[in-house]
């Protein structure tokens, strides 16, 4: 590629970056990390028998009967032994600013993070990725005060899970994954955490759940993605984060990741579901990274292009991803794809823009198997095979 050209792509994607942070400056979803200012069940119920006869009256009579129903004091007994699980977790990175001469670190943020796993030397911690991404140091407080360092076992942009490592004999009843797939709208749930930091730690607020399956589409470090949380109107504020979602029996069926953050909203809290979570804890726990197919390219969506670069492009193509680097030791290289090759299509699935694509990539393929691109490069449509790699250089 001439240096001309170069120039005139570096100066698209440039502009294209600006867009893209802008566009997540004002998107209405925030991620409850910290100071944002700084970086960042089922009901008691009781149930009435009515006597089917004298005969089952007199029987009946006869035994003890016990009130079942849940009280407000068990409730707040299974709280008070659920808390103790519950972490602040700080974020600790070297402050950016010219007067830091000296690698000055400040505390950038603090969120929450559920301890998951005990064992006779250590404990492991579930939080979001974006209250640790980018520290060069977190530490961990515990419901006792303690205050240790933590390492990174492994973590997930796309999905926003990380999980944490802290060494030592901790006497601390792990919380329990429960079934989110089960979980009902209108359940109630109980979200724990520490909002606004430490100084209101372990707070716990009540709420439904108001409704499964939702999908919200948030910005990440990794690219736009399609989160499927749990909703709920338990209020979740800055420093909930990682925090837990349980249910009436004290079981962790999410982990409280977003709030819509518009004026004027209220009670629209968003949480990861345990039955996600769980799986991706046990690949960041065997790999530190969850294995994705790599196709080796870095995408913009078509639409995101002026008109002008694409004077070569047919005028019915409208939708598309456009190539803009290529990784010289991935499969699309080999593949011979190049820099300026617009992506219509894959395994004839449609390709809208850079997120569609990225979509079917990690949800409906694998690595090893083999897709057939369909893309044009100077107007002519062309078709070639890639076999997919896997994310694992990428984590290296």
Do not use: C
């Amino acid at each position: 590629m001439s240096r001309d050209k170069q120039s005139k792509w570096s100066m698209v994607f440039t502009s294209l970056t600006a867009g893209v942070i802008g566009s997540m400056l004002t998107f209405g979803v925030v991620t409850q990390g910290g100071y944002l200012s700084e970086g960042e069940n089922s009901s008691a119920q009781s149930v009435q028998e009515e006597s089917a006869g004298t005969e089952q009256e007199a029987s009946t009579s006869q035994v003890d009967v016990e009130q079942v129903s849940a009280s407000s004091e068990s409730q707040a007994d299974m709280i008070e032994q659920t808390s103790q699980a519950i972490v602040g977790v700080t974020h600790v990175a070297q402050q950016q600013h010219p007067f830091n001469r000296r690698g000055e670190e400040a505390q950038n943020g603090t969120g929450s993070g559920v301890i998951y796993e005990v064992t006779d030397d250590a404990a492991y911690i579930v939080t979001n990725n974006h209250v640790v991404e980018g520290a060069n140091e977190i530490e961990v407080s515990l419901y006792n005060g303690e205050v240790v360092t933590a390492d990174v076992v492994g973590s997930d942009p796309l999905t926003d899970i990380a999980v944490l490592k802290i060494e030592g004999n901790y006497s601390v009843e792990p919380l329990a994954f429960g079934d989110s797939e089960s979980l009902r709208t209108g359940e109630k749930v109980l979200a724990i955490g520490n909002p606004l930091g430490l100084n209101l730690s372990r707070t716990v607020t009540q709420g439904i759940v108001s409704a499964v399956d939702r999908t919200i589409s948030v910005p990440t470090s990794a690219g736009e993605w399609e989160l499927e949380v749990i909703q709920t109107d338990a209020a979740i504020n800055p420093g909930n984060s990682g925090g837990a979602l349980i249910n009436a029996a004290g079981e962790l069926v999410g982990i409280n990741s977003l709030k819509i953050a518009n004026n004027g909203v209220e009670g629209l809290g968003f949480a990861i579901p345990s039955d996600d979570v769980a799986k991706i804890v046990k690949e960041l726990t065997n790999k530190g990274y969850v294995e994705r197919p790599y196709l080796g390219v870095g995408l913009a969506s078509l639409s995101d292009i002026p008109s002008y670069y694409l004077q070569d492009v047919p005028s019915d193509v409208t939708e598309g991803a456009i190539v803009v680097s290529v990784d010289p030791s991935s499969a699309a290289a080999e593949a011979g794809l190049q820099p300026e090759d617009i992506l219509v299509s894959i395994d004839d699935h449609a390709i809208q823009n850079d997120n569609s694509l990225r979509k079917y990539l990690y949800t409906g393929l694998s690595v090893g198997d083999t897709v057939t691109l369909e893309f044009y490069r100077e107007g002519e449509l062309q078709t070639v095979n890639v076999t997919l790699d896997s994310n694992e250089q990428t984590q290296q």
